[in-house]
């Protein structure tokens, strides 16, 4: 008996069932497997079609991950290095997270790291287990960090600077964006372009930092989701849902 819905990986969704464990569905209702891994307070898509697991001490700040395939097998379980801060993406074999001094730092498939980057002069936001409680695609978990599907991040730190790191770690481009402190943030590299979201409404700004245009009226609570192919961004407050071309 499932207690809660969990996500949806491949057309399966994963369960929370009664006893704490982790359950896959079929579309017909199936079981496909069930998994001794506790469910854990974070879950989201991981390599290989896998599912990650994070756990967080919300005491002390230690994480925990784990990797489950396909057939429900739990293939490895690792304590996260740093802690946990924020954030937790997988895009491609690299997992990305925001550690509890505020580094970004990146995993490989099996749970090792790969890399580090600290924001000079400033670090991104540490929320710690709280923001575990949000996730599906109208409560993005945080606005800190964005990876597009070549594996470029996009990580926003508290000063408003925005961060632009390869694979490797490499900076590829940091921009200042005027009046942007904590915002929803999402950038379209082909357009040359960043959409900012907020509370106090909508910016537009070109690669450069630039602001090209905004919108007081429209205010949103989450960062906008982009899509690329239109050149269209939806932004969601708490009783609207707006569609604009940036």
């Given at each position: 008996k499932p207690s809660s819905g969990i996500m949806a990986v491949d057309q399966t969704l994963i369960l929370e069932d009664s006893t704490k464990q982790l359950r896959a569905i079929d579309i017909s209702?199936?079981?496909?497997?069930?998994?001794?891994t506790a469910a854990g307070l974070f879950q989201t898509a991981g390599p290989a079609g896998g599912l990650l697991v994070l756990?967080?001490?919300?005491?002390?700040?230690?994480?925990?991950?784990a990797l489950i395939d396909k057939s429900g097998e739990q293939l490895w379980h690792r304590e996260l290095p740093g802690d946990f801060g924020n954030c937790l993406q997988c895009v491609g074999d690299r997992i990305w997270y925001v550690d509890g001094a505020g580094l970004l730092r990146c995993l490989d498939q099996d749970g090792n790291?790969?890399?580090?980057?600290?924001?000079?002069g400033s670090s991104f936001e540490v929320?710690?287990?709280?923001?575990?409680?949000?996730s599906g695609p109208?409560?993005?978990p945080s606005n800190v960090l964005e990876v597009l599907e070549d594996g470029t991040a996009l990580a926003l730190d508290i000063s408003g600077t925005l961060h632009m790191l390869d694979g490797a770690g490499t900076v590829i481009r940091t921009v200042q964006l005027e009046g942007v402190r904590g915002s929803g943030v999402a950038v379209d590299l082909p357009r040359e372009r960043i959409v900012s979201c907020d509370h106090s409404g909508l910016r537009v700004f070109a690669l450069?930092?630039?602001?090209?245009?905004?919108?007081?009226?429209?205010?949103?609570?989450?960062?906008?989701?982009?899509?690329?192919?239109?050149?269209?961004?939806?932004?969601?407050?708490?009783?609207?849902?707006?569609?604009?071309?940036?």
């Open positions: 209702g199936n079981t496909l497997w069930q998994s001794s756990d967080v001490n919300s005491i002390s700040g230690l994480g925990e991950l790291e790969v890399w580090s980057y600290v924001a000079m929320s710690g287990a709280q923001m575990l409680q949000y109208w409560s993005r450069d930092g630039r602001l090209l245009r905004s919108n007081g009226y429209i205010q949103g609570s989450q960062a906008p989701l982009l899509d690329r192919e239109r050149g269209q961004a939806y932004i969601m407050d708490e009783n609207s849902l707006y569609c604009v071309e940036y």
